[in-house]
């Protein structure tokens, strides 16, 4: 290890001279401890409410251990602050039965996790079983609180924690008469269940305290025990431990704290039940719907990350159409507006993620199309081109639109320059440009828009347009475009900006006549078809494998039928 500078040195020897003081006097009154001591083994309490009235007899070892340790951190602990002889020390001074000596123990631990960034090595989380298992509240504040800061700080293994049996002695103190030693023990259980081996290894044994402490009048309490819950939720088995125990009415009734990280932290465990649709029954079942209704009054929380994490939890219970329905129902849609214009993306993303999942069902779609928010939608389109999430949620919303009875407010509306935009524009991402394509393919099915499609049909879009249909890995978007094109042929302009690409043409119809879906052959004749009204389109296929390929499918095509025909006869007769 490099020396250490001045600032630590100082706070070293403070901490020498703190531990030489109480050492000190601990061996200089232990005549007056020994007639306290009791010889009965089950003095040692459980619960941390009682003071320990006496203490132990500090026995041999242990005076030497004091003694050697304090010697160690002034000689040794430039060279190793976690060498071998502090780790054997700490041992015996954590396993003691003298208060004084594990307050010596906890208080070194504690030193080293606020004022060093260094990993705590394995072999001393052994101390820790004996430190948190103590029945002196100092020693259970300190060593808590180190634990914490560890745990924070990346500087434990985690899953090693668990393996050495911790969350046992961790989850007792969660019934701790102190509230510090209750914050402590909450926060190292939230730390902990971030992995789904250590919610398994944490189990439902701390869900009833955990419960009970997320009602605590001490906001610091309240809040890590909320915290602990929600990291907990996302362990399918201890969701429904939950739910059976009470957990529902208690996290939906602490969506209205005045405390924004209770709030959040309160929206996202329920937000993560929500995603199990076998739970949505008991949900709204509590406060006849309070839920919603408390979910859609958050959308206007002045903090982004609460009113985004109800724009997930109302995501997550509107996979029902009936549930959808209410949700419109309670005036939702200025609040989703309002979160659509915000200046945070995150929010933007929960709020058009919402709006999307509202859009699926076609009993939503006629309210859904109001010019507040296709004028929304198509400002997201045209602002946010380099955010996938919110451009392909948008698309997909449009796309969803489309096929209500009211889709020329979506023609007349920003959204067809939005789209335009957004696939023209450079910075668009392939997947995006997939779900720009489905939208546009799907709008370009009314006669009406082709008025707008034709007004952008330029030379870019062209080249977007066959690029996307030439491709063979993603066959939708092929589709898609091929039958765009083939819909704007009609018009002069769009043959003319074809010419320029004949090449590129006659490949994505080959391409289209050697698709195993009759769907891209009958696309693909049909298109071949009408270019080949057109004399240069008529010379160029003539000149190429086009027509041959043409007469091969025509041949199958009457094999087919004449086998058809064979099948249908045998079987009337």
């Not at 906890?106 to 052994?126: D, V």
């Not at 939702?332 to 507006?337: A, S």
């Not at 929304?376 to 602002?383: A, D, K, S, V, Y």
Request: net charge negative; aromatic share 4%.
């Amino acid at each position: 290890m490099d020396q250490l500078c001045e600032k630590c040195m100082k706070l070293l020897q403070d901490f020498v001279s703190l531990v030489k003081r109480m050492t000190s006097s601990l061996l200089q009154n232990i005549k007056e401890y020994l007639i306290l001591i009791s010889e009965c083994s089950c003095v040692k309490q459980k619960s941390s409410e009682a003071r320990q009235l006496h203490r132990p007899i500090l026995q041999p070892h242990e005076k030497e251990t004091a003694r050697e340790f304090l010697q160690h951190i002034e000689t040794g602990f430039r060279m190793s602050p976690f060498g071998k002889d502090s780790l054997e020390a700490l041992r015996t001074l954590a396993f003691s039965e003298n208060a004084g000596l594990q307050q010596s123990a906890a208080l070194y631990y504690l030193q080293m996790s606020q004022h060093w960034n260094i990993q705590l090595p394995a072999e001393h989380l052994e101390a820790y079983c004996g430190l948190l298992q103590s029945s002196d509240m100092e020693v259970q504040q300190m060593s808590s609180l180190s634990l914490v800061h560890f745990l924070r700080k990346g500087n434990i293994n985690k899953e090693l924690v668990v393996q050495m049996g911790l969350p046992e002695p961790i989850l007792e103190l969660l019934e701790s008469g102190d509230s510090s030693v209750q914050c402590n023990s909450c926060a190292c259980i939230k730390a902990l269940a971030v992995s789904e081996s250590n919610q398994k290894a944490i189990g439902s044994a701390g869900i009833i305290p955990l419960l009970a402490l997320a009602n605590s009048y001490d906001p610091r309490v309240q809040q890590n025990a909320v915290g602990a819950i929600l990291n907990l939720t996302q362990s399918e088995r201890i969701q429904e431990v939950l739910c059976r125990e009470g957990a529902l009415p208690i996290l939906i009734l602490l969506l209205e704290s005045p405390d924004s990280e209770v709030q959040y932290y309160s929206c996202t465990a329920l937000s993560n039940v929500a995603a199990n649709v076998q739970h949505h029954e008991a949900m709204l079942r509590v406060g006849d719907r309070l839920l919603l209704r408390t979910l859609i009054s958050l959308l206007s929380s002045s903090v982004d990350k609460v009113s985004s994490q109800a724009c997930v939890c109302l995501r997550n219970l509107s996979t029902n159409v009936n549930i959808q329905a209410e949700i419109i129902a309670m005036d939702i849609l200025p609040k989703l507006l309002s979160l659509l214009a915000s200046n945070n993306s995150d929010v933007q993303h929960a709020s058009v993620t919402l709006l999307w999942s509202l859009s699926q069902h076609p009993a939503n779609q006629e309210a859904l199309v109001r010019r507040e928010v296709l004028q929304n939608l198509g400002m997201l389109l045209l602002t946010h081109q380099k955010d996938p999430r919110i451009v392909n949620h948008a698309a997909y919303i449009l796309k969803n639109l489309s096929l209500c009875k009211n889709v020329q407010r979506i023609i007349e509306s920003p959204c067809m320059e939005g789209l335009f935009q957004a696939i023209l524009s450079t910075e668009i991402q392939e997947e995006s440009l997939h779900y720009l394509m489905g939208s546009l393919a799907e709008l370009a099915k009314h006669d009406s828009a082709t008025l707008h499609l034709l007004e952008w049909m330029n030379g870019p879009l062209i080249k977007c347009l066959l690029r996307l249909a030439g491709q063979q890995e993603h066959t939708e978007p092929s589709f898609q475009a091929a039958s765009i094109v083939q819909r704007m042929m009609r018009h002069d302009k769009v043959m003319s900006l074809l010419k320029c690409h004949m090449q590129k043409v006659q490949h994505y119809l080959m391409n289209f006549l050697n698709h195993q879906e009759i769907r891209f052959q009958q696309l693909g004749i049909s298109t071949l078809g009408k270019l080949q009204e057109d004399p240069e389109f008529s010379y160029a296929f003539n000149q190429s494998q086009l027509m041959e390929r043409l007469e091969q499918v025509r041949q199958q095509t009457e094999e087919t039928q004449e086998l058809l025909k064979m099948v249908i006869s045998h079987k009337g007769s």
